[in-house]
């Protein structure tokens, strides 16, 4: 069953999109088309299926509190998405007799630091707030002050 986002990209890709038969037989053929995904992207930087901005929620945290965790999350965020950047171009590229185990360490890494990135932005979401999620937003958040692990990976 198409959601009522991906129907309204497909109404305006011009593709048949009644409610209560949506492309039951050729929902696979759509969401391998490049058109749609283009458009599904296109529609999600119109800020058609997302909102930036602070969902009214009552949780028992005040708002001030609720945006100031969601701060530290989202520098913890943007911390751990590049370590999962850097340790996934380590695996990419390692190289000499130590190739294999490394590889595998650094694969067992970043599918596990890809899980924690998840779970962070859900936490953020959770309060209320929009999880950042683009290499703009993460560079432009003031960094950790524990550098050690920046400084690590640096060398």
């Not at 930036?52 to 989202?74: C, F, V, W, Y």
Request: with cysteine.
């Amino acid at each position: 069953m198409c959601l009522g986002g991906v129907s309204y990209v497909c109404d305006d890709l011009g593709l048949k999109s009644t409610m209560g038969s949506i492309y039951r037989e050729s929902a696979a053929e759509i969401l391998a088309c490049a058109k749609f995904r283009m458009a599904i992207l296109d529609n999600f930087e119109k800020g058609l299926f997302m909102k930036n901005e602070l969902t009214t929620i009552d949780i028992g945290i005040p708002t001030a509190d609720r945006t100031k965790i969601a701060e530290g999350l989202s520098r913890l965020l943007a911390d751990s998405y590049t370590l999962y950047l850097k340790t996934h171009n380590f695996h990419w590229n390692v190289t000499g007799p130590m190739f294999q185990t490394l590889h595998v360490m650094f694969e067992t890494q970043y599918t596990e630091l890809a899980l924690a990135v998840d779970l962070i932005a859900e936490r953020i979401r959770a309060l209320g707030l929009p999880a950042p999620g683009t290499y703009h937003e993460f560079a432009n958040r003031p960094r950790s002050k524990n550098q050690q692990v920046s400084q690590m990976l640096e060398k």
